[in-house]
T-cell receptor, first 115, second 113 residues
Framework: DAGVIQSPRHEVTEMGQEVTLRCKPI?????LFWYRQTMMRGLELLIY????????DSGMPEDRFSAKMPNASFSTLKIQPSEPRDSAVYFC?????????????FGNGTRLTVT | KQEVTQIPAALSVPEGENLVLNCSFT??????LQWFRQDPGKGLTSLLL?????REQTSGRLNASLDKSSGRSTLYIAASQPGDSATYLC????????????FGKGTRLSVIA
């Protein structure tokens, strides 16, 4: 099991540019979560999907943020246009909705720096 | 709205010492509670998961307890080692199924050899 795979590991971009973060959940997991981590605010939920359907996107900070899950093995988080305050570590996590008390498995994150 | 607090924010102990990390949550109607470990530049690794009906879970030198009615959990680490140095995060799940976890900000632990 390769675990949750995120790419890229690091992204440095200039303000105004589009940023796309990618996630491959663990095979067989049908729930996927996007979190953002900063020193000030800790880990915050942005959006989550069950069976590829977005369930709650109330954590998405602005319309500049969007997320998709076109199939069970891939999700993207897009920021357009990016701003310096978007700099953070973005984590993707997955779990099995059919297993009671299934623990959450995290990827290694994407460290985003917007200059 | 559920809020999770972890105290202390940082802790430094000598190797071999037993230690306790604290977690509190404002809404006691939780489904389960999870403790994670995060190493610098890495993702989170699940350590222990306690169901709402359970009082504690153990894994090796780690023991997590849950007092749902008072909104508290503790993570006990026995005979600490330098390799235990990391940030430890507590998270609670409100509903069944796969509702999201609400995280505390973590306790940064340093074990000094």
């Amino acid at each position: 099991d390769a675990g949750v795979i995120q790419s890229p590991r690091h992204e440095v971009t200039e303000m105004g540019q589009e940023v796309t973060l990618r996630c491959k959940p663990i095979s067989g997991h049908n729930s996927l979560f996007w979190y953002r981590q900063t020193m000030m605010r800790g880990l915050e939920l942005l959006i989550y999907f069950n069976n590829n359907v977005p369930i709650d996107d109330s954590g998405m900070p602005e319309d500049r943020f969007s997320a998709k899950m076109p199939n069970a093995s891939f999700s993207t988080l897009k920021i357009q246009p990016s701003e310096p305050r978007d700099s953070a570590v973005y984590f993707c996590a997955s779990s099995s909705r059919t297993v009671v008390n299934s623990p959450l498995h995290f990827g290694n994150g994407t460290r985003l720096t917007v200059t | 709205k559920q809020e999770v607090t972890q105290i202390p924010a940082a802790l430094s102990v000598p190797e071999g010492e037993n230690l306790v990390l604290n977690c509190s949550f404002t809404d006691s109607a939780i489904y389960n509670l999870q403790w994670f470990r995060q190493d610098p530049g890495k993702g989170l690794t699940s350590l222990l998961l306690i169901q709402s009906s359970q009082r504690e879970q153990t894994s090796g030198r780690l023991n997590a307890s849950l007092d749902k009615s008072s909104g508290r959990s503790t993570l006990y680490i026995a005979a600490s080692q330098p390799g235990d140095s990391a940030t430890y995060l507590c998270a609670v799940r409100q509903g069944s199924g796969n509702t999201p976890l609400v995280f505390g900000k973590g306790t940064r632990l340093s074990v000094i050899a």
